[in-house]
């Protein structure tokens, strides 16, 4: 029976402050929540500082890769100062435009195809008699002669630097000078008779030669533009015999032998057919 | 053919010296020169006659039969390839054609040519000149006066 009794006696506060704890951790979880709810009102009322949005770095390729351009292969033009000549006057100055770009590739083609030769003012023309193998005697004439594309280089450049050096900036007034004075170096090859029979030209003189040439060798350009060029119109006029006569000093001569008898006909090609276009870098 | 092979090998130490022989004229001649730098011996390899801007001949041999033909000008041969004889103003002359034109050369003058002939050949050694003679093309002659400044005009 005591026993039973200090059973009783103990599972009462037990059980009562039990109760008590389960009230008493509602209500303080109640209190809290009111407090939490106003504590995240005022903190909605606070000025929010600007958050730092950490993204990740993306890595773009870098454009390294050549700029290509629509040009006419290397290979066409047979002859490295012809290949220079292109290099320095089309590409450098991004020249691309039609038709100036063709008609004058069509003429360096000409050039580097045809080994041209201008005569030296400074030579003099000896005679040689010669016997060959079968001790049959050959006369033959020999003289210095100047490579026609070595004069042409120089006489582009030079006229491009006097037009640079009077402020002509005009593309087109730039462009017609360089192929009138294309041309009237072409003139004064050393193989012109030959050159005509073979382009089927016969001109009675040096003008007529000059606007014939012109024809031929610029096909597309309009009427206006070939009068602009056979009379060498520019708003800056351009001195083209005193810097021929310059070029000519300055520039190597080579020996030279002709047959007089029968002198065998240089091999001329014809104006070739200007090839395709393709893409090709600048470096 | 042949003389693309020659100019490929063009011997560099060789050098044309003109020697007046008669000015009046403009009658040269041309002297081939070797020079041997190992052995410090000039040899003569071939003499060459130029009158005014033709080079007549252009082997020893040919130079040969040209002063040959000085020679014994005034009795004269139809067979002369060079030279025919001329009367005029009862005088003798030689007439020497050229691919342009002719021009007359006088008994002194002749004389003269003979007498410098033998200078030209003095203070070189000429061994080489007949067995081991230079045969030259065109191209090799034109390189040569073109070496020499001899392609320049004359001021």
Redesign the interface.
């Known amino acids: 029976m005591q026993l039973y009794l200090y059973s009783i006696g103990i599972s009462i506060p037990i059980i009562l402050s039990m109760v008590w704890f389960f009230f008493h951790t509602i209500d303080s979880s109640r209190k809290k929540r009111v407090f939490l709810a106003k504590d995240s009102a005022a903190k909605k009322n606070l000025i929010k500082s600007p958050k730092v949005i950490k993204k990740k770095e993306k890595y773009y390729q870098l454009n390294t890769h050549a700029i290509k351009l629509n040009l006419y292969s290397k290979s066409h033009f047979n002859n490295y100062i012809v290949e220079r000549i292109y290099q320095n006057i089309i590409i450098a100055n991004y020249w691309l435009n039609e038709p100036f770009h063709t008609e004058f590739v069509r003429l360096l083609q000409f050039v580097g195809n045809n080994k041209l030769w201008i005569k030296d003012p400074?030579?003099?023309?000896?005679?040689?008699?010669?016997?060959?193998?079968t001790e049959k005697l050959?006369?033959?004439i020999?003289?210095?002669v100047l490579s026609l594309s070595e004069v042409l280089e120089s006489v582009i450049f030079e006229v491009y630097a006097y037009l640079k050096h009077k402020k002509v900036f005009l593309k087109s007034d730039v462009q017609n000078s360089i192929l009138s004075a294309s041309i009237y170096v072409l003139i004064e090859a050393g193989e012109i008779d030959s050159v005509c029979q073979k382009l089927g030209i016969f001109p009675s003189d040096k003008k007529s030669l000059r606007s014939a040439l012109i024809d031929i060798i610029y096909v597309n350009l309009s009427n206006k533009r070939k009068t602009i060029i056979d009379e060498n119109y520019c708003i800056v006029p351009v001195p083209m015999t005193k810097i021929y006569a310059e070029v000519l000093f300055i520039s190597n001569?080579?020996?030279?032998?002709f047959s007089?008898e029968n002198p065998s006909k240089p091999n001329i090609k014809l104006l070739p057919y200007v090839p395709e276009k393709q893409l090709r870098s600048i470096v | 053919m042949?003389d693309e092979q020659i100019t490929k090998t063009i011997p560099s130490n060789i050098s044309l010296i003109e020697i007046p022989v008669i000015r009046n004229k403009k009658i040269y001649f041309i002297r081939a020169k070797e020079r041997v730098d190992q052995e410090n011996k000039n040899y003569l390899r071939s003499i060459l006659i130029?009158i005014d801007?033709?080079?007549?001949?252009?082997?020893f041999a040919?130079t040969v039969v040209f002063l040959a033909e000085i020679r014994k000008f005034e009795r004269g041969n139809k067979q002369n390839y060079y030279t025919s004889i001329e009367h005029h103003n009862g005088d003798l002359n030689l007439k020497v054609t050229?691919?342009?034109g002719y021009i007359y050369i006088s008994t002194v003058e002749a004389l003269a040519i003979i007498e410098m002939h033998k200078h030209a050949l003095q203070g070189m050694s000429l061994i080489r000149i007949v067995e081991d003679e230079l045969i030259?093309?065109?191209?090799m002659?034109?390189?040569y006066?073109?070496e020499n400044q001899?392609?320049?005009?004359?001021s």
Do not use: F, G, W
């Open positions: 400074k030579t003099r023309e000896i005679i040689i008699n010669t016997r060959d193998n050959n006369t033959q020999s003289m210095n001569q080579y020996p030279y032998t007089r | 042949l130029m801007n033709e080079l007549v001949t252009t082997n040919d050229l691919t342009d030259m093309t065109a191209e002659i034109a390189h006066l073109n001899m392609l320049n005009k004359k």
